[in-house]
């Protein structure tokens, strides 16, 4: 079956994401959604380092809320700071030491901060314990790294390795 459907969460996920984005519901539609659904992980499978596995699916959605809550925040705190002018910002170059050891959990986290306003993952040592990371205001740099950690690192280990809930 593996062999065949190489990542059924993958083929649905981009299934529904063609749906939305021609934002049509007919059966052409749907058909050419599940063949590029199937058809890119198919094609992909060679490239892919590890296994996926989803060991707590019950926090991996309370992630994506917490994830969307931190871009919709993110948002309307930079546009914040843009309103108050550059000269009130704080920029900082931040490390966070990390507790993850998979190439996806790791790859997650740089692209979550990534992804939320206001901050950018600039580098992930060589030895990946320590992720540098770029953010537009900084008033505390360790409740920051602290913030990271809570919200974006503890979830993602619990995910995708070995971790109680």
């Known amino acids: 079956m593996k062999r065949l459907l190489p990542h059924p969460l993958l083929t649905l996920t981009l299934a529904i994401l063609w749906l939305l984005l021609v934002n049509r519901l007919n059966p052409g539609h749907l058909v050419l959604g599940l063949l590029l659904g199937w058809l890119i992980p198919f094609a992909t499978a060679g490239f892919w380092p590890e296994h ?5 699916a019950g926090v991996l959605l309370r992630y994506l809320m917490v994830f969307i809550y931190d871009i919709v925040r993110g948002s309307f705190h930079v546009a914040w700071l843009i309103l108050k002018g550059p000269s009130r910002l704080n920029p900082a170059f931040i490390v966070v030491p990390l507790e993850l050891k ?17 901050t950018v993952s600039s580098l992930v040592s060589a030895d990946k314990r320590t992720l540098i990371v770029h953010t537009i205001d900084t008033g505390n740099p360790d409740a920051m790294v602290a913030e990271i950690k809570q919200r974006y690192e503890v979830p993602l280990k619990q995910i995708f390795e070995e971790g109680d809930v």
């Open 52 to 56: 996926v596995r989803i060991r707590h």
């Open 102 to 118: 998979s190439d996806l959990g790791i790859s997650l986290l740089a692209n979550t901060i990534s992804l939320t306003p206001g």
